[in-house]
């Protein structure tokens, strides 16, 4: 049993990484600016401050707390946003962990594909890939730098590049499922890399159980869909008709601006290394799709 401190313990990934984490015996301590309930503990990143008592006999960190990449347009104000939101929350963990000498057994931190840029190429991404030049990747740059900083006191760090994550709980999914998106994205050859949440989540709680995982992992599933594979395998599971025609690219960019590149673009990426320590429960995307809708 591990007591583990949990951010962004009330989103998507977080809600279901608790369960997860409880069920397997673990204590789950929850940061909130707002704590409604006994385990959750009250932090407030721009003033600096997290509730001591968290962090008193704390084993692990996982840090999933970031403002939403897809939520709003990229204003230069939301493109600040979408960085501090990882980055100095990160630094304010750090921060406290030096400050009340809290002996930590690991930092485990989410990361995003977006590291290897919003490009579609024939290139396989690797973890030891270099990133791109891009702000998607400059976001996970600096997400990254500021989960590796733990290492500096000999503290292993795990981070997790994720891609879309699937859930019938809302995410992706929900948005995919409307009449625009239920047809092929600019070209439709760009790839979509995807993970079903409960592999996602399985990951975390391997993160906080094996201590040979450690280090860099994409955190996608094996197999490689595009965006026009990927919208006629949900439309077949949903039973729902797919439009034959693309969206063109000028339009998505008048719906949502500049984000629009995140899903105009995209490359495949490998899942050789995290397979060595890792076993997919959701390898295909029809299953995948099948058990989130059926």
């Known amino acids: 049993m591990a007591k583990i401190l949990l951010t962004g313990g009330t989103g998507l990934v977080g809600t ?5 984490l409880k069920k397997n015996n673990h204590e789950v301590i929850i940061l909130s600016r707002n704590p409604k309930k006994k385990h959750h503990f009250k932090w407030d990143v721009k003033n600096n401050y997290v509730d ?17 990449i897809a939520d709003k347009k990229w204003t230069n104000k939301r493109k ?18 030096k400050e009340y000498n809290t002996s930590l057994k690991g930092f485990i931190s989410s990361s995003g594909i977006g590291y290897y ?6 290139t396989i991404f690797k973890e ?3 990133p791109a030049k891009d702000f998607i ?3 996970c740059i600096e997400w990254e730098n500021a989960a590796n900083q733990f290492s500096k006191d000999n503290i292993p760090v795990t ?29 439709g050859d760009q790839y979509i890399p995807w993970i079903h949440i409960e592999d ?10 094996d201590q040979s995982f450690n280090g860099i992992f994409n955190a996608v599933a094996p197999e490689h869909q595009t965006n026009s594979s990927f919208t006629k395998t949900l439309g077949k599971v949903l039973k729902k008709f797919v439009t034959p025609f693309n969206v063109p690219k000028f339009v998505l960019q008048l719906v949502v601006g500049e984000l629009a590149v995140i899903v105009l673009q995209g490359s495949r990426v490998s899942t050789e290394k995290i397979k060595k320590y890792f076993s997919f429960k959701y390898k295909e995307l029809t299953k995948a799709l099948e058990e989130i809708y059926q």
């Open 159 to 187: 981070i997790l590049r994720t891609g879309v994550v699937l859930s019938k709980d809302g995410g992706a999914l929900k948005k995919m499922n409307t009449p625009l998106f239920l047809s092929a994205l600019g070209k």
């Open 200 to 209: 996602l989540c399985d990951m975390y709680v391997k993160a906080v159980e």
């Open 128 to 130: 030891e890939d270099q």
């Open 52 to 68: 001591p008592k968290a962090l008193e006999n704390t084993d692990f960190i996982i840090h999933l707390a970031g403002a939403g």
């Open 137 to 139: 990747a400059k976001i």
């Open 16 to 20: 279901l990484l608790e369960q997860k």
């Open 80 to 97: 600040q946003e979408l960085i501090d939101s990882r980055v100095l929350s990160a630094n304010l963990l750090y921060q406290k962990i």
């Open 117 to 122: 840029g919003a490009i579609t190429s024939e």
